[in-house]
Every structure is written in C-alpha cells, then in structure tokens.
C-alpha cells in the first residue's frame, strides 16, 4: 500500500516544496534545498533527467529573482554605467556554469548531487563568521579587478547549481572591499539577477525546460515569497540560516543514501 502511494506522494510533494522554496528564497535563501530534491527525487515518474530537473528550477526560480531587481531599481541607477562591468562577469560565468550543466550527464550529476548540497549548507553555516574574516582582509581598500575575476568564477557555481551562490557573493565583496550593506544587497541582487537569468536563458533555448513543472513551481514560488515578504522582518535570521543549513544537510544526507542504495 505505502509503496504505490510514494509516486503520488513525490508528485504532490513538488508544489509543496515550491511554495515553501519561494519562502525560504524571501526570507533566508536556500529555496532549491527543497525545491530541487522534489524534482529530482519525481524524475522517474515525472518523464525526465536530472540535469533537466536542475535546468527546470533554475527557470522556475528565476522570476523571484527579476522582482528583486525592481525592488533595488533607484540604488542600482545611481551606479549607471558602472556596473557593466560587473554584470558582464556575472553574465560570463553564469553562461560557463550553465553550458556546463547542460554538458553533464544525468548520471554523473546524480553523483555530485549530494557533494553540491552538502557544499550549498555548509557555507549557511560558515558564511558569516568566514565572511567577517575575509572582510578583514581587505585592509579598508577595494580590488576591482580582482572583484571582476572573483565574479566570473562565483557565477559559474551560480549558473551550475545555485544554492548558496548569494553567500558565496557577499564572501567576494568582503574580500574586495564592499562593506556597506546597502551597496552589498543592492549588487547581491544585479549579480544574482545576471548569473541566473542567463543560463535559464540558455536552458530554455536547448529545450532543456520541463514546462509544465516550470510554470507550476514559478507561480507557487512567487506567491510562497510574496506572503513570506510580509513576515520577513519579524524573523529571527540566525534561527532560519540554522533551519535552512539542516534542511540542506538533511537533503544531502537522503542523497547520499540513494546514491549507495543505486550503487550497492
């Protein structure tokens, strides 16, 4: 009985989880901790690979990302021209990180599944204190040119995989130079905006999408972020990075436990 329910269960199991990735992507980040295993763990039943199940919630998610650019619209026009730069970086290796993708087989990203989210909690975990050091490091000077490189190597994890690529950015301004949090949020925001958007680009143009799956998650995920806006101030940000960076544990650790049961 339990096991003809499963398939019903992981097909049911998708909205939920993109309501609640749209949520933890408001308040915290880490929404693909849950958004990503659903698809992944419905393949089989849902009709595609892996690397198509990524390539699906990076679109899906996308959206969420373009309505926090609105949001950031007067900080980001002050910079004008200047953040050409910078958004081309993130465009490079967003591009890299997503033809990457697209070149790996379903098989072998299966395999790195779990390492990639173990890696994504693990900087929840570490992002902050190592943050606070890095920043130290920069002496009160900015480094452009190294902020440039640094960006086109972030952002091919970003286009790749994802979660906790936004902790893996603000590390990089720390380590340039970028301190003020209004600064900081407001280029979080362009370089997440550039370095998702153009590999779901991409995915889209190979035909890599999963539509139906897509369109489902992308409304679920709007409408779980734009309720959890509301409460978001009220939440103790300490509390969810915990909360998130178990849930990615947890997620990796069920991955790691399919990858031997398929071994063995």
Not at 82 to 95: N, T, V
Not at 126 to 143: D, E, M
Not at 186 to 210: D, E, N, Q, W
Request: contains cysteine; charged residues 10%; glycine residues 12%.
């Amino acid at each position: 009985m339990l096991a003809s329910l499963l398939p019903v269960v992981k097909i049911l199991w998708l909205p939920v989880a993109s309501f609640l990735a749209g949520i933890l992507n408001t308040i915290a980040g880490g929404g693909s901790f849950l958004s990503l295993p659903a698809l992944i763990s419905g393949t089989t039943i849902l009709g595609f690979g892996a690397v198509t199940a990524q390539a699906t919630n990076t679109v899906a998610l996308w959206p969420g990302q373009l309505t926090s650019l609105v949001a950031f619209r007067q900080q980001l026009r002050s910079y004008g021209w200047k953040l050409l730069p910078l958004a081309s970086a993130s465009g490079l290796g967003g591009w890299l990180g997503g033809e990457l993708l697209l070149h790996t087989g379903n098989q072998m990203f299966r395999r790195m599944l779990p390492w990639l989210l173990l890696f994504a909690a693990l900087m929840f975990i570490v992002s902050f204190p190592i943050g606070k050091w890095l920043a130290s490091l920069s002496g009160g000077r900015r480094y452009d040119a190294l902020l440039l490189v640094g960006m086109v190597l972030v952002s091919v994890y970003v286009g790749y995989f994802g979660a906790g690529g936004g902790f893996l950015v603000m590390s990089l301004f720390g380590i340039c130079g970028i301190h003020d949090i209004h600064e900081v949020n407001a280029l979080k925001v362009l370089t997440a905006a550039v370095s998702i958007g153009i590999p779901a680009l991409t995915f889209i143009l190979a035909g890599r999408v999963a539509w139906t799956f897509c369109l489902e998650m992308a409304v679920l995920a709007a409408t779980g972020g734009y309720l959890a806006a509301r409460f978001s101030p009220r939440v103790n940000q300490r509390a969810m990075r915990w909360t998130v960076a178990g849930i990615g544990l947890l997620t990796a650790g069920y991955f790691f436990l399919q990858n031997s049961i398929h071994k063995g």
